[in-house]
């Protein structure tokens, strides 16, 4: 049976809250993958051995990953692109044209469609321009970001995801700047033609990384109107601190109560910036079952986690989504 338009199917199941995958990257780490590169969880699919081996180490553990995080409750998944920016890939792997990098991507996205089958959604992944110069943690993109070109930098992933039938939406993730977040908003249907999303990244203190507050985004959404992107689906936050999550998603829900958000933190560990390393969090707060029901007060339509969450962490997601949603 064909896939509804997930557009659709939100609007005509108003109270259908769907469970997301988790931190994709660091299961795979931890499941013997390096993905410590500039192009991240991208690292196994570079290497022809996991196109030509069918029963290649690195493919059996990617498989795995997708399976038990749909096993664990996921109807959305994710492809693993969030570093495959024609820059990252053509700088640091021996890819170096665009037709190149497109047999890439169409790889990636059909082998991610097979592992889910075809009833589950499908999210084609992309990475903010401050992925490629790690900036997503600290928002700063320089003295002059208004001037830096983001739809150049998206352009080639943009224009292969949205003429892909495989994919059902597509994710901006971790924005972490007010300028490439109005510039992303500023695309019309001619660039952004498919459903989409922006996931912002903030500090605890619910601020993005630059500085930027949720004042600020909010009223950003709020100037264009009528005239923003319809294709824009969702907007929320990931990759944020597990204690402050709902405090943020409901200073948004507040100031834009119509919008339907999307939120998956990362679990309750820290990442140090300096030591690129996550460190274990003797604080936590509240446990997954009271965070879902917060997101879903505040207006969440899609839940998952990010970095360092498991297959465990959807899997009580998921739980919580059934116990409180009204699906």
Same mark, same amino acid.
Request: with cysteine; charged share 20%; glycine share 6%.
């Given at each position: 049976?064909?896939?509804?338009?997930?557009?659709?199917?939100? #609007?005509?199941?108003?109270?259908?809250?769907?469970?997301?995958?988790?931190?994709?990257?660091?299961?795979?780490?931890?499941?013997?993958?390096?993905?410590?590169?500039?192009?991240?969880?991208?690292?196994?699919?570079?290497?022809?051995?996991?196109?030509?081996?069918?029963?290649?180490?690195?493919?059996?553990?990617?498989?795995?990953?997708?399976?038990?995080?749909?096993?664990?409750?996921?109807?959305?998944?994710?492809? #693993?692109?969030?570093?495959?920016?024609?820059?990252?890939?053509?700088?640091?792997?021996?890819?170096?044209?665009?037709?190149?990098?497109?047999?890439?991507?169409?790889?990636? @996205?059909?082998?991610?469609?097979?592992?889910?089958?075809?009833?589950?959604?499908?999210?084609?992944?992309?990475?903010?321009?401050?992925?490629? @110069?790690?900036?997503?943690?600290?928002?700063?993109?320089?003295?002059?970001?208004?001037?830096?070109?983001?739809?150049?930098?998206?352009?080639?992933?943009?224009?292969?995801?949205?003429?892909?039938?495989?994919?059902?939406?597509?994710?901006?993730?971790?924005?972490?700047?007010?300028?490439?977040?109005?510039?992303?908003?500023?695309?019309?249907?001619?660039?952004?033609?498919?459903?989409?999303?922006?996931?912002?990244? @903030?500090?605890?203190?619910?601020?993005?990384?630059?500085?930027?507050?949720?004042?600020? @985004?909010?009223?950003?959404?709020?100037?264009?109107?009528?005239?923003?992107?319809?294709?824009?689906?969702?907007?929320?936050?990931?990759?944020?601190?597990?204690?402050?999550?709902?405090?943020?998603?409901?200073?948004?829900?507040?100031?834009?109560?119509?919008?339907?958000?999307?939120?998956?933190?990362?679990?309750?560990?820290?990442?140090?910036?300096?030591?690129?390393?996550?460190?274990?969090?003797?604080?936590?707060?509240?446990?997954?079952?009271?965070?879902?029901?917060?997101?879903?007060?505040?207006?969440?339509?899609?839940?998952?986690?990010?970095?360092?969450?498991?297959?465990?962490?959807?899997?009580?997601?998921?739980?919580?989504?059934?116990?409180?949603?009204?699906?």
């Amino acid at each position: 049976m064909a896939r509804p338009s997930i557009k659709e199917y939100l #609007t005509s199941n108003p109270d259908k809250v769907l469970v997301l995958d988790g931190g994709q990257g660091s299961e795979l780490e931890k499941r013997g993958i390096n993905v410590a590169t500039p192009v991240w969880s991208t690292a196994p699919f570079v290497s022809d051995s996991f196109w030509s081996d069918k029963s290649s180490g690195d493919r059996e553990i990617v498989k795995g990953v997708f399976s038990d995080f749909s096993t664990a409750g996921a109807e959305i998944l994710m492809t #693993t692109t969030y570093q495959t920016s024609f820059k990252s890939v053509s700088e640091n792997t021996s890819i170096k044209t665009i037709e190149e990098y497109n047999t890439l991507l169409n790889h990636i @996205v059909q082998f991610s469609r097979d592992c889910i089958g075809e009833e589950k959604f499908l999210i084609g992944c992309i990475g903010p321009w401050g992925a490629h @110069v790690c900036a997503e943690f600290n928002g700063d993109y320089g003295k002059h970001p208004e001037n830096e070109d983001y739809y150049e930098y998206f352009k080639p992933q943009l224009d292969n995801f949205f003429n892909n039938n495989n994919l059902d939406l597509i994710a901006f993730e971790t924005i972490p700047n007010i300028h490439e977040l109005r510039a992303i908003l500023s695309w019309d249907e001619s660039i952004l033609s498919k459903p989409f999303y922006i996931g912002l990244s @903030v500090h605890e203190n619910g601020c993005l990384r630059d500085g930027s507050t949720i004042e600020d @985004v909010c009223q950003l959404i709020k100037s264009f109107g009528d005239k923003i992107n319809p294709n824009l689906l969702l907007l929320g936050i990931n990759c944020a601190n597990f204690n402050h999550s709902a405090d943020i998603m409901e200073s948004i829900h507040k100031q834009l109560p119509n919008m339907p958000l999307i939120i998956y933190p990362n679990n309750n560990e820290i990442y140090d910036t300096v030591k690129k390393m996550w460190l274990p969090n003797s604080k936590q707060y509240f446990t997954w079952d009271t965070l879902v029901k917060r997101y879903i007060e505040a207006g969440a339509r899609i839940i998952g986690g990010c970095c360092r969450t498991t297959p465990d962490d959807i899997k009580q997601i998921a739980a919580a989504v059934k116990k409180y949603s009204k699906n």
